[in-house]
């Protein structure tokens, strides 16, 4: 089975700190993609990489940035954490062939 | 862009038959995609298409027509742990990566 773990379950910030947001995927995936979901909003991609080192934004990238240093690792940061990010984020990876995402069970961020 | 469109919420009553509807536009379009998401929990795959036509898969079939930027998602014989978010998802190809984009999802609502 595919497995996508998040560091987190459940993580509160103070305003202005800085977050990390780690995402592990097992199967050897290309492409992975970081989301925020928020009530009524839907998913919206926030970046996606689509190889170690590569990165690209994605619709809603102010005030967040990514780090893919390793390919089973795909990192979010908060560089100063907000209250309007307060929100569930979900990870997700895919093959190269761009088959069905597979998400990790979300990091519900609330800043302070 | 991508504009993709679901209705916010729809019921039904256990036994019976429900479709939920998706209306995309688009460029570059390379696939959609079907999840479900229960509540607190991450999306999970449901069904994909390419082609135009029917995919049936257990109790869930879905729909796609890419001359009308149409696609439906069918489940029969609802239970109620299908009470969940539908989310409808369409892929594009850009420049040798492929980026999916969320609907704002439908919230089906099983009843007795």
């Known amino acids: 089975d595919v497995k996508v773990t998040q560091s987190s379950r459940y993580l509160v910030k103070r305003t202005g700190e800085k977050v990390f947001l780690e995402c592990v995927q097992d199967?050897?995936?290309?492409?992975m993609f970081w989301y925020r979901q928020d009530p009524g909003l839907g998913l919206r991609l926030i970046y996606f990489?689509?190889?170690?080192?590569?990165?690209e934004k994605g619709d809603i990238p102010e005030g967040y940035s990514v780090s893919r240093e390793k390919k089973e690792r795909f990192s979010l940061i908060l560089e100063s954490a907000s209250t309007n990010q307060t929100s569930m984020y979900l990870c997700?990876?895919?093959?190269?062939?761009?088959?069905?995402?597979?998400f990790g069970p979300g990091t519900r961020l609330t800043v302070t | 862009g991508q504009n993709i469109d679901q209705p916010t919420e729809m019921t039904a009553t256990e036994g019976a038959i429900v479709q939920i509807n998706c209306t995309y536009q688009?460029?570059?379009?390379?696939?959609l995609f079907w999840y479900q998401q229960h509540a607190g929990e991450a999306p999970t795959f449901l069904s994909y298409?390419?082609?135009?036509g029917l995919e049936e898969k257990g109790r869930f079939s879905s729909f796609l027509s890419r001359s009308k930027g149409y696609s439906y998602l069918l489940l029969k014989e609802l239970q109620m742990k299908d009470s969940a978010s539908y989310l409808c998802?369409?892929?594009?190809?850009?420049?040798?990566?492929?980026?999916?984009?969320f609907g704002r999802g439908t919230s089906l609502i099983v009843h007795p």
């Open positions: 688009t460029s570059g379009f390379n696939g």
């Open positions: 998802a369409v892929r594009v190809s850009s420049g040798g990566s492929y980026i999916p984009t």
């Open positions: 298409n390419v082609l135009d």
């Open positions: 997700a990876s895919t093959s190269g062939q761009g088959s069905e995402q597979y």
């Open positions: 199967m050897d995936h290309e492409n």
């Open positions: 990489s689509y190889d170690v080192k590569m990165k």
